[in-house]
T-cell receptor, first 114, second 114 residues
Framework: KQEVTQIPAALSVPEGENLVLNCSFT??????LQWFRQDPGKGLTSLLL?????REQTSGRLNASLDKSSGRSTLYIAASQPGDSATYLC?????????????FGGGTRVLVKP | KAGVTQTPRYLIKTRGQQVTLSCSPI?????VSWYQQTPGQGLQFLFE???????NKGNFPGRFSGRQFSNSRSEMNVSTLELGDSALYLC?????????????FGNGTRLTVT
């Protein structure tokens, strides 16, 4: 069974500290992994997409790494700001899943304190 | 370029009624997927459409159905509503059906069943 797990479920850090968010998945046969951000009551905003052949992707203060063999991805957010407070979701497209189906982790709720 | 548009944003229905939700994908996107988000179950895949054909279906009862029109717009319908159907329903579109297309999500429709 293909599953995605995010631990911890919630995280609180002081402003300026680097954030490290973890995602693990049970099947290493994946097409890609996508990180999303969700603000309360809103939809999902795509942050980074890592293809299975890539080891990492970067966008501004965000960097995501992928280790397929160990079934892990990490999202790093440098120099966190209060505006980074949100829920971060990891989603995997497994090869055994048909079409564009994504399997989501439960998310990590982040609070950055000023 | 306009993003994924979902209407309505909020809906309140009573048990036993039926509801139709609408999704307009990003212009040029031909694949549309639907997800249900609840606090207990997280994000769960409902179904996916490409070129007016359902390509993939999640593990939901037959009360949940959908369709896609020739302009790629999609609707989902839930009949005989139950309290447990209260959720945020998210629509996502992607350029093509395939393993490397990132998904772009709308802001969702918040359905409350009383």
């Amino acid at each position: 069974k293909q599953e995605v797990t995010q631990i911890p479920a919630a995280l609180s850090v002081p402003e300026g500290e680097n954030l490290v968010l973890n995602c693990s998945f049970t099947d290493s046969a994946i097409y890609n992994l996508q990180w999303f951000r969700q603000d309360p009551g809103k939809g999902l905003t795509s942050l980074l997409l890592i293809q299975s052949s890539q080891r990492e992707q970067t966008s501004g203060r965000l960097n995501a790494s992928l280790d397929k063999s160990s079934g892990r991805s990490t999202l790093y957010i440098a120099a966190s700001q209060p505006g980074d407070s949100a829920t971060y979701l990891c989603a995997v497209r497994f090869i055994k899943a048909a079409g564009n189906k994504l399997t989501f982790g439960g998310g990590t709720r982040v609070l950055v304190k000023p | 370029k306009a993003g994924v548009t979902q209407t309505p944003r909020y809906l309140i229905k009573t048990r036993g009624q039926q509801v139709t939700l609408s999704c307009s994908p990003i212009s040029g996107h031909r694949s549309v997927s639907w997800y249900q988000q609840t606090p207990g179950q997280g994000l769960q895949f409902l179904f996916e459409y490409f070129s007016e054909t359902q390509r993939n279906k999640g593990n939901f009862p037959g009360r949940f159905s959908g369709r896609q029109f020739s302009n790629s717009r999609s609707e989902m319908n839930v009949s005989t509503l139950e309290l447990g159907d209260s959720a945020l329903y998210l629509c996502a579109s992607s350029l093509v059906e395939g393993n490397n297309s990132p998904l772009h999500f709308g802001n969702g429709t918040r359905l409350t069943v009383t």
